[in-house]
């Protein structure tokens, strides 16, 4: 069985600022782990995707995500955040891309 | 570019009524998803398929049923829409293990309401 847990249901950043969104999973067998963000009244779509090999995966838009298998974390960052990165964001654990199973979802805002 | 298709995009029944979500793919793939995202953003699985006529019920109980007698088709089925079926729900598809990561592409969504 596999869980996620994204700590922060709203995170409010400034734009430029650093964005920092967290997700901590745990599976049974080595995971394949996704990021996907959702803008409103749209689907989600996928940002960044960790398999096997680097650690340090980049995607879209600038976000990027370490697989810390020490610490089950997958966390989402940005170095400077504008006002269109405002939306929801997931994470989600595919055990050998089986079926996935996301978290409950991170608000964005950003601020002016 | 996922090519993942959802209609209608915004449905209003009164209850009693039955509906169908079209949700068609054009990217072959073998598995295909329905989710359904409350207000509060958590997404449920409530049907998958692996293939042409496969369907399995997902993690969270849902009164709708689904088909799959072609691989890029997979409708879903309320016989009998109530209050308790408004949400959000999401379409979704990936490849056959073997030739992905089962990342998910995913339609822009049907919002139903049912009154």
């Known amino acids: 069985a596999q869980s996620v847990t994204q700590l922060g249901s709203h995170v409010s950043v400034s734009e430029g600022a650093l964005v920092l969104l967290r997700c901590n999973y745990s599976?049974?067998?080595?995971?394949?782990l996704f990021w996907y963000v959702q803008y409103p009244n749209q689907g989600l779509q996928l940002l960044l995707k960790?398999?096997?090999?680097?650690?340090l995966v980049k995607g879209i838009n600038g976000f990027e995500a370490e697989f810390k298998k020490s610490e089950t974390s997958f966390h989402l960052t940005k170095p400077s955040a504008h006002m269109s990165d405002a939306a929801e964001y997931f994470c989600?654990?595919?055990?050998?891309?089986?079926?996935?199973?996301f978290g409950d979802g991170t608000t964005l805002t950003v601020k002016p | 570019e996922a090519d993942i298709y959802q209609t209608p995009r915004y449905l209003v029944i009164g209850t009693g009524k039955k509906i169908t979500l079209e949700c068609s793919q054009t990217?072959?793939?073998?598995?295909m998803y329905w989710y359904q995202q409350d207000p509060g953003m958590e997404l449920h699985l409530i049907h998958y398929?692996?293939?042409?006529?496969?369907?399995e019920k997902g993690d969270l109980s849902s009164e709708s049923t689904v088909s799959r007698i072609r691989t890029e088709h997979f409708p879903l089925t309320l016989e009998s829409a109530r209050p308790s079926h408004t949400s959000q729900y999401l379409c979704?598809?990936?490849?056959?293990?073997?030739?992905?990561?089962?990342?998910?592409?995913f339609g822009e969504g049907s919002r139903l309401t049912v009154l």
């Open positions: 979704a598809s990936s490849e056959s293990t073997s030739g992905g990561a089962g990342e998910l592409f």
């Open positions: 989600a654990v595919s055990p050998n891309a089986g079926k996935s199973t």
């Open positions: 960790y398999t096997t090999g680097a650690t």
């Open positions: 990217m072959g793939h073998d598995k």
């Open positions: 398929s692996y293939g042409v006529n496969s369907t």
């Open positions: 599976s049974s067998v080595p995971p394949y």
